[in-house]
């Protein structure tokens, strides 16, 4: 059995030394262009000419849970396409976003302001009710920050694309339910996968729907947000803020305008990182459950793009 490794901007050698450790049956080695076709391949956006040259791959692993880049090659058909599931990302995640939403409604970026001046000033408290969180997108990643948010009692609410039943969360799906669910939502979080669907779904229309003073935390792909909208509705006020890790362009530009917005908070793409050693155990497990001939979790469906 060969595993080629293939990565944009990325060493390919630790995963080939961690891969090999994991599965000595395997041989392991980092693609260059001409290398013989393996039977498994690992990547991260690789370009054209590897898929072109490793035409008879079993699957290919994507070592991200989102799959866009690699949808936007020519794959073929038959090929096999595997996301990372969980492999340690939910909970960070939903650190991540818990941290944003508690960040803003107890306003510790005024405390820390007033840190800088040495001044003892309380905020008054405010009313959790007020603050309810909507998850748009509630795959392996939303569910789980959904159900984090709930530890802290905030009313929260979620969006998928096929109706669902979360205790204690109110559901919203499909393009009808998607007013509704704007319209009950003040702290709103993307965690969508990037589809032709949902490219740009974030934008004057969508969130001017959100509650006035409504808070937007966008962690999935720079391309669902229309960075001028979001920007135009915190200037008129409508929108108080945003916790932004994901951007159209990354590294986001020297000159962007975001990094001088005094209500914007910038991460750079590092709310749920892709962990090396539980990454190839997944890995390894579902290459062994395929030779067994068993289903796998996390196969992309590409007419759904994800
Ligand atoms: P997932 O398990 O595939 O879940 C996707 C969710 O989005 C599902 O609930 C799905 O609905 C919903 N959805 C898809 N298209 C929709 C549409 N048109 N309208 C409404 N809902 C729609 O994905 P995941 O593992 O949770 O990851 C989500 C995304 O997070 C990834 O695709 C990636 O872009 C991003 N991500 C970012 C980072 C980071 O560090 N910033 C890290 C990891 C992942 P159904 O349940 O009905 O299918
Ligand atoms: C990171 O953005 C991922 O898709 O895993």
Same mark, same amino acid.
């Given at each position: 059995m060969n595993?080629?490794?293939?990565? @944009?901007?990325?060493?390919? &050698?630790?995963?080939? *030394? %961690? #891969?090999? *450790? =994991?599965?000595? *049956? =395997?041989?392991?080695s980092a693609w260059a262009p001409g290398a013989p076709v393996a039977d498994h391949a690992i990547v991260w956006a690789p370009p054209q000419q590897f898929i072109d040259e490793q035409r008879g791959l079993k699957a290919l692993f994507n070592i991200g849970a989102g799959v866009d880049a690699l949808l936007q090659l020519k794959l073929p058909p038959s090929l096999k396409v595997v996301r990372l599931d969980d492999a340690g990302m939910s909970v960070q995640m939903a650190e991540y976003v818990c941290? !944003?939403? +508690?960040?803003?409604?107890?306003?510790? @970026?005024?405390y820390d302001a007033d840190t800088q001046t040495g001044k003892w000033s309380y905020r008054k408290p405010r009313s959790r009710a007020d603050f309810a969180v909507g998850v748009m997108g509630l795959g392996v990643l939303g569910e789980r920050v959904a159900k984090a948010l709930q530890v802290f009692d905030f009313p929260v609410n979620g969006y998928s694309r096929s109706a669902k039943n979360l205790p204690g969360i109110r559901c919203f799906s499909g393009a009808q339910g998607l007013p509704?669910? #704007? =319209? !009950?939502?003040?702290? #709103?979080? $993307?965690?969508?996968?990037?589809?032709?669907?949902t490219e740009n779904i974030l934008n004057q229309s969508t969130l001017s729907q959100l509650q006035k003073g409504g808070y937007v935390i966008n962690v999935a792909r720079g391309r669902h947000l229309v960075e001028e909208d979001l920007i135009t509705l915190i200037d008129s006020g409508h929108l108080s803020g945003a916790t932004l890790d994901v951007f159209r362009t990354e590294p986001l530009p020297a000159e962007h305008p975001f990094w001088r917005h005094p209500q914007i908070i910038v991460t750079p793409h590092t709310s749920a990182r892709t962990l090396r050693e539980e990454s190839i155990t997944q890995?390894? %497990?579902? +290459?062994? !459950? #395929?030779?067994?001939? &068993? !289903?796998? $979790? %996390?196969?992309? @469906?590409?007419?759904r793009g994800y």
């Open positions: 595993i080629t490794i293939c990565f @944009d901007k990325l060493p390919p &050698e630790p995963w080939v *030394q %961690g #891969l090999q *450790q =994991a599965f000595p *049956q =395997a041989s392991v941290h !944003a939403v +508690i960040r803003h409604f107890r306003e510790f @970026d005024g509704e669910f #704007l =319209a !009950a939502t003040r702290v #709103l979080v $993307n965690l969508m996968p990037l589809t032709p669907e890995i390894v %497990g579902k +290459i062994q !459950a #395929l030779q067994r001939g &068993e !289903a796998i $979790n %996390g196969v992309v @469906d590409p007419q």
